[in-house]
Nanobody
Framework: QVQLVESGGGLVQAGGSLRLSCEAS????????MAWFRQAPGKEREFVGV????????NYEDSVKGRFTISRDNAKNTLTLQMSSLKPEDTAVYYC???????????????????WGQGTQVTVSS
């Protein structure tokens, strides 16, 4: 059973930066496509970004392109989301997610992911 634990959330002013981490255990991290999602109050969980198994390819939701960067360290079983130029609309609980399938195909919908962290709150003040 894969376990994911996020950390690094907090309160930041608009224009600031935060770095989220997700530590994985209990599975073969390097064989899983990984992603970040977020969920704001009263809204559905939405895609933020995805990274392939090697870390060589990423893709992002349009509103975060150029501001957020996903990376992974397969040797340390760690996924990272570097967020900069944060906006109040980025306020949400952020989740890392892993696919159980060892397929290399990237996925963009929550139902494609089998393992989830508990989430970490990011609040951006104006």
């Amino acid at each position: 059973q894969v376990q994911l634990v996020e950390s690094g959330g907090g309160l930041v002013q608009a224009g600031g930066s935060l770095r989220l981490s997700c530590e994985a255990s209990g599975g073969t991290f390097s064989r899983s496509v990984m992603a970040w999602f977020r969920q704001a109050p009263g809204k559905e969980r939405e895609f933020v970004g995805v990274i392939d198994r090697s870390g060589g390819y990423t893709n992002y939701e349009d509103s975060v392109k150029g501001r957020f960067t996903i990376s992974r360290d397969n040797a340390k079983n760690t996924l990272t989301l570097q967020m900069s130029s944060l906006k109040p609309e980025d306020t949400a609980v952020y989740y890392c997610a892993a696919r159980a399938s060892t397929s290399s195909m990237l996925a963009y919908h929550p139902h494609n992911y089998d393992y989830w962290g508990q989430g970490t709150q990011v609040t951006v003040s104006s």
